[in-house]
Structures are given as C-alpha cells and as structure tokens.
C-alpha cells in the first residue's frame, strides 16, 4: 500500500513538473513578455544555485569545481536566470553518472559574460544536438544501462534557452559525443562601467 502511495505522489510530481513547464512555455512565447531585469551578481546567483543542488550532487557522489569571477554585474531577471542556471547544473548532476566531476567557469569575452558548466557524463552525439533545444526535444536514454536520472519533459532546455535570448543572450552546447561529457555555455551582455 505504501509502495502504491509513493508511485501516486511520484507520478503527481511529474505531472506537476510537466503543467509548469507548458505553462512557462506558454508565458515565454507570449509576444508581451517584460523582463523585470536589475543590475545583480551572477556570481552570488550561481553559487546559491549550487548550493540549492548539494542533496542531489552528494547524493550522486559528484566533484565540483567552481572558477569563477568574485562579482559578476550585469542586468537581469533574478528568477529567470535562476532557472536557468538551475536548469543547466541540473542536467549535468543527472546526466553523469555517479563519481562523476560538475565544473562551472565564468570568463569575460566581447562585452558578455559567459558561464560554462561542464561534465563528464553521458555525452551528446550531433543527431541529438540538432533537437536539444527544441520544445519536447527530450532525447530518451532511459534502459539503455546508464546510471542517470531520465525524467524530465523536454521543455527544460527550450525554456532556458528562450530565457537567455530575452535577456538578449545565447547559449550553445559542445560535446564529443557519447560517453565524452557536455559543456553547456551560455552569455549575458556584460554592463560596460561609464
């Protein structure tokens, strides 16, 4: 009976998950989308974001390596970029299996911020590439014997990356395919000091 319980609010979970999700897509594809954006620091938001994910990244027995800038200032919506950032660190907890290495870097390149979020999980091949950042573009792994956590509802790296380009950012992946880990990197306009 237990078990059975457990299944239920597991499933309601998911779906939950799911209706937030559609419901995110929906909002960010509407034409009238304002940001509410504030000069913040990226770094501070990251490292709350890490710390939010310590259950799972010590329950997966992950090393992380964090290199990045003391103060990163630029203008953006707290929550959305939350969300982001959780969303990438997320998919690397995840996606490696256990005993695996989570490293984040920042750099300051041609006017923008980028942060790069590196793993040595499972890989992407370039078939899978071509649909990652498409709506219900999960790619599905589950049974194939890796020890990685499959939910999901494919609309998390969609809605990342429409959050990113709002901000009037980008966000591309590299990886050598399966087996050689991902880098997911994104970009924030850096505010130029006057």
């Avoid at 919506?77 to 690397?92: K, M």
Wanted: glycine share 8%.
């Amino acid at each position: 009976m237990l078990a059975t319980i457990h299944e239920i609010r597991l499933g309601c979970e998911r779906l939950e998950s799911l209706i937030q999700d559609i419901l995110k897509t929906s909002e960010l594809e509407a034409e009238s989308v304002e940001l509410k954006k504030s000069e913040e620091d990226l770094s501070f938001l990251i490292k709350l974001c890490i710390k939010e994910l310590q259950g799972l990244i010590r329950l997966r027995n992950h090393e992380t390596s964090i290199d990045i800038h003391d103060k990163l200032i630029t203008s953006f919506e707290p929550g959305q970029i939350h969300l982001v950032i959780s969303n990438l660190l997320n998919n690397a907890i995840k996606y490696t299996p256990p005993n695996g290495k989570i490293e984040v870097k920042s750099a300051i390149t041609d006017n923008s911020i980028l942060i790069s979020i590196h793993d040595n999980g499972i890989g992407i091949t370039n078939e899978e590439k071509k649909r990652l950042f498409s709506q219900f573009g999960k790619i599905e792994r589950y049974g194939q014997g890796l020890d990685i956590i499959s939910d999901g509802s494919g609309l998390g790296l969609y809605i990342t990356k429409r959050i990113v380009e709002l901000h009037g950012g980008k966000i591309w992946v590299k990886s050598k395919g399966r087996n050689k880990g991902s880098t997911f990197n994104f970009t924030l306009p850096l505010i130029i000091e006057k």
